[in-house]
């Protein structure tokens, strides 16, 4: 395994030390208590509390018609592999802009102004790091007020701390600047790195001098066997590397939530990692936990119960590892339901009483707010029956939790009544093209594909669409929440059918997601991705739009000739979200179409502005600072496969005036 190191020379080092002093109080990053992205930093990927919200207005709907293109970081030569999703948000620290890049995550200091290079570093894992996400969000920063750490991890698992001057590896964290986290992992019977990795996809959550860190693992749809490794939550020392603590998101033995796991299943089950962002709370000392859910993604029967932690957010103590409190939101979750993004921290007034809330979007298209002080719900959450599953060996939940607001963002369940119909012809096509599939409401349970009986599964919605790992903003000012959704067929069949002898030692599997479509055309009706606006002083929804206009193939295509569609949105993943004093922007999410950049007013969601993406959609969320009297908006855009282009980090800015031509020496 080598180590490359890319040093500064003179010229960029004086700069760096010019723009990248310290000079701040001791604890790294700052909630919406300290408003930290007031002074136009945006120390957190973020931002405060996870609400993707900066003051900033310098940048507004008077003159973002004038918003361009100032300079563009190409990551071309850190490995063009556009199939390596960047889903970066870099970070703006006391004049330094910070992110990662390429398949290798690279880490990258740039100057914020004109995108120049300042240090870069990356780590050549070799065949470690085969088969393992490489997908990846961005970075951490600590600082004491006399030292400054960049932390990020590595796809197969490394914890790495990096002078933030420089770009060195910290020689006195781990061993020459690395822990290798697999190393610190509480190892079990079920810990076969043959079966499964333990990975990171988001970057890790430092408070004080504790840094915890996001697990993800293989995708549990078809996992290899029901005794999965385990992805216990771990947290280190930010100075030394040294393990903190662990939090068994699956409960051993004696432990609290043991009994929601029947038949000792909680000794074998693996997964229940927690992959999405973190977030912190830095006057009560708290952090906020997303849980996914638990092996296997569509059948369960191997591992009877409730299974906590599971599908829950979670709120610990950040300097022991203790649980405060804790809510599951998805009870013996089969549908992949797991928590998908940041928990996001919003101080509202409901009914006249002030609430320090914590906001959960999730998968299901629900977002559950909590008071994150005790973790009572806001408004009521009702247990309410679900439909149950018909396959032998599954014992599902009988209720499953329904909050009573805000209201869902995005389609739930399916029925005829949801489909293409804006033609006899379209309608009976749909009608022909769900035929062998199960409909029903959200929390149908996964059903049997048999092509002899002409079972196809069950085909509901949200699927896996509904809020993903894009999340939400929040809005202190007016107290919305916004959300982007997406209505995504292709993860929206839950079918199972017998395991194959030697395929794994669960009885069943599940099968290709991807639903039916009419010649691309989704079979339900548009909008295919919104963006929802939630006042969370009331519960109730504000606003609601489409995620852009319709594309030019749906306009053009043969199945809608002489048809007038509403607006549709973009066909693919959720926008990106990121809100100002007076704008909401949105990137139209990877996978759509058409690519685009836009901003909204946040008040009514009316469209403002639009700009079209070169090489692609934008794949990270943006977030916007002020640099030396400028703001910039800045965002990552997908590579381009055809060209073998990488990732793009694009600043927008308003230009400034031309300069007085220089008087003539003749």
């Not at 933030?164 to 290798?180: E, L, M």
């Not at 926008?575 to 909401?584: F, H, Q, Y």
Request: aromatic content about 10%; overall charge neutral.
């Amino acid at each position: 395994m080598s180590r490359k190191l890319f040093r500064l020379g003179p010229a960029a080092m004086a700069l760096l030390l010019v723009v990248g002093g310290v000079g701040v109080s001791g604890q790294v990053g700052v909630g919406p208590q300290q408003s930290a992205v007031a002074n136009g930093q945006w120390r957190r990927p973020g931002a405060d509390g996870n609400t993707r919200y900066s003051p900033l207005d310098q940048i507004n709907a008077e003159n973002i018609k004038n918003l361009k293109v100032l300079w563009s970081w190409k990551g071309d030569n850190f490995g063009a592999n556009p199939e390596i999703k960047n889903e970066t948000t870099p970070i703006y620290v006391d004049g330094v802009l910070y992110f990662s890049i390429g398949e290798r995550r690279s880490v990258v200091a740039v100057d914020p102004g004109t995108g120049e290079t300042l240090w870069s570093w990356r780590l050549d894992e070799g065949a470690r790091a085969n088969g393992v996400r490489k997908n990846h969000r961005g970075v951490s920063y600590w600082t004491d007020g006399r030292e400054s750490r960049i932390l990020t991890v590595t796809p197969s698992y490394q914890l790495v701390s990096l002078d933030a001057k420089t770009g060195q590896p910290d020689v006195s964290f781990g061993r020459d600047g690395i822990v290798d986290m697999t190393r610190e992992v509480e190892k079990d019977a079920n810990y076969d790195t043959s079966i499964g990795h333990l990975m990171n996809t988001s970057p890790p959550m430092v408070f004080g001098n504790v840094a915890i860190i996001p697990t993800s693992m293989e995708n549990a749809r078809n996992p290899k066997s029901m005794k999965f490794p385990k992805a216990d939550l771990m947290a280190f020392d930010v100075r030394t590397g040294k393990k903190l603590w662990t939090f068994h998101t699956t409960p051993r033995k004696g432990e609290f939530g043991e009994d929601t796991w029947a038949n000792g299943s909680n000794l074998y089950t693996g997964h229940t990692g927690a992959w999405a962002p973190f977030t912190v709370d830095e006057q009560l000392g708290y952090a906020y936990i997303p849980i996914e859910s638990p092996t296997g993604d569509q059948f369960g029967g191997q591992r009877p119960g409730n299974n906590l932690f599971s599908s829950s957010l979670l709120c610990i103590d950040i300097k022991t590892g203790k649980r405060i409190w804790h809510y599951q939101l998805v009870h013996h979750d089969i549908w992949d339901f797991d928590m998908p993004a940041a928990p996001i921290l919003a101080d509202i007034n409901v009914n006249g009483k002030p609430i320090k809330a914590v906001v959960q979007p999730t998968k299901s298209s629900f977002v559950y707010v909590f008071d994150r002080t005790n973790g009572q719900p806001v408004w009521p959450i009702e247990e309410r029956p679900v439909p149950q599953s018909d396959i032998p060996e599954e014992r599902t939940s009988p209720t499953q939790p329904f909050p009573t607001k805000p209201p869902a963002v995005d389609r739930q369940g399916l029925t005829e009544a949801d489909l293409l119909d804006y033609t006899p012809e379209l309608k009976a096509a749909a009608l022909k093209a769900i035929q062998g599939y199960r409909l029903g409401p959200m929390f149908t349970p996964p059903s049997l594909v048999d092509p002899a009986k002409g079972l196809k599964g069950t085909f509901t919605f949200p699927g896996s669409g509904g809020i993903d790992w894009e999340g939400g903003a929040f809005d202190p000012e007016t107290g919305f929440l916004y959300t982007g959704s997406a209505t995504r067929s292709d993860t929206a069949v839950y079918g199972l059918q017998p395991a194959k002898p030697g395929e794994t030692d669960l009885p069943w599997v599940g099968t290709p997601s991807a639903g039916p479509t009419l010649q691309r055309l989704p079979v339900v009706k548009p909008p295919w991705t919104r963006i929802t606006a939630l006042n969370l002083n009331t519960g109730e929804m504000a606003w609601q739009v489409p995620n852009g206009p319709t594309p030019d193939w749906v306009k053009n295509h043969p199945l809608l000739k002489g048809v007038t569609i509403p607006q549709t949105g973009a066909v693919g993943r959720a926008p990106l979200l990121m809100v100002t004093k007076t704008l909401l922007f949105a990137g139209s999410g990877y996978n759509t179409d058409p690519p685009a950049f836009r901003a909204y007013d946040k008040k009514t969601g009316a469209l403002i502005w639009e700009v079209p993406t070169v090489p692609g959609p934008p794949t990270g969320v943006p977030m916007t600072y002020m640099h030396r009297g400028k703001q910039y908006v800045v965002v990552a855009l997908e590579g381009d496969a055809a060209t073998r282009t990488g990732t793009q980090v694009v600043a927008y800015g308003i230009p400034d005036p031309p300069k007085a031509g220089a008087a003539s020496t003749e």
